[in-house]
């Protein structure tokens, strides 16, 4: 492209603190972690850190509360290089917050909450939907990634639905409006049943609606269907010993989204993705963690050398 693309990412803005341990907790106590960290994260936010240090120009659209965290929050990522002017401000509610355990491993356990009063619906869009290349949401604003994806699909802009764990009515609801469904294995296992995996769910979810469908499976990599020849598809993840898996699938798919709107093809677009989550699991903090385009080009062609 000549410029960079422009992305709206739409969802969940938290204050996420981390904690490293040599091993996650299997009982009540204390324990005391070998590090820790605080920063502005949640999945659309994450995502909108990685499209930014991909090169893209990203703005996000998220609702906190009208506390002093939500001002915090969002000064962090405007930092960042994020537009944070649709950032919603509710009276009297809580901005989100998470705990989060990191394992020697990489592997992690989150404890989230959400104000209900800060995830209302929205009544409008606060942008021009068409200012921009792609739409990414996440799930846990439904009312606003409903608008957001419907816009863009009516609009002929890429819809990216990021389908994670939620209750199953709400990832139901928003399966029609997207354009491109990435869902992470656990997400596709409650639309799809736990006996259905990668390449089915992806062909299951496929028949129910019509548009690209692609299911990570992390160090698995992942599953996607071509349109072109109606086969799924597997790209390898890059083989590495990861640090903290935390926001590997938010840049997974910031980085997706990137590359959508660059007009890439798919395969390119998935190696992509896929190269720049694995860098982030080299990182400890979660979203702290995501690579500059550089970084992850320079991943992909010696992944593609190999």
Known sequence: MSRPPRILCVGALTQDTIYRLD???????????????QNAAGMASSAATAA??????????????????????????????????????????????????VDAAGER????????????APDALPFDITAFDAVLTDVRWPGA???????????????ILDVDVAARPVLESLLPFATHIVASEPAAAILCGDEI??????????????VFVAVTAGGAGTFWLDMATNAVRHTKAPEITPVDTLAAGDVFHGSFA???????????TIRFAS??????????????????????????EGELAR
């Open 23 to 37: 091993e996650l907790p299997r009982g009540p106590g204390k324990f005391i972690p070998l590090e820790a960290v």
């Open 52 to 101: 930014k240090r991909q090169g893209a120009d990203v703005s996000l659209w998220a609702s906190v509360g009208d506390d002093m965290l939500g001002g915090e929050l969002i000064a962090e990522l405007v930092a960042e290089g994020i537009d944070c002017s649709g950032v919603r401000r509710v009276a009297g509610a809580r901005s989100a917050i998470a705990t989060i355990l």
């Open 145 to 159: 990634a409903a608008l957001a994806l419907r816009a863009a699909r009516d609009a002929g802009i890429p819809a």
């Open 275 to 300: 190269a720049a989550a694995a860098l982030k699991c080299l990182t400890f903090g979660g979203r702290l963690g995501a690579p500059n385009r550089a970084e992850t080009l320079a991943m992909l």
């Open 109 to 120: 356990m989150i404890v989230p909450f959400y104000d209900p009063r800060a995830t209302t």
């Open 197 to 210: 995996a990668g390449p089915g769910a992806v062909q299951v979810l496929h028949a129910r609606t019509g």
């Open 258 to 268: 990137v590359g959508l709107a660059e007009g890439w093809d798919m395969e390119r």
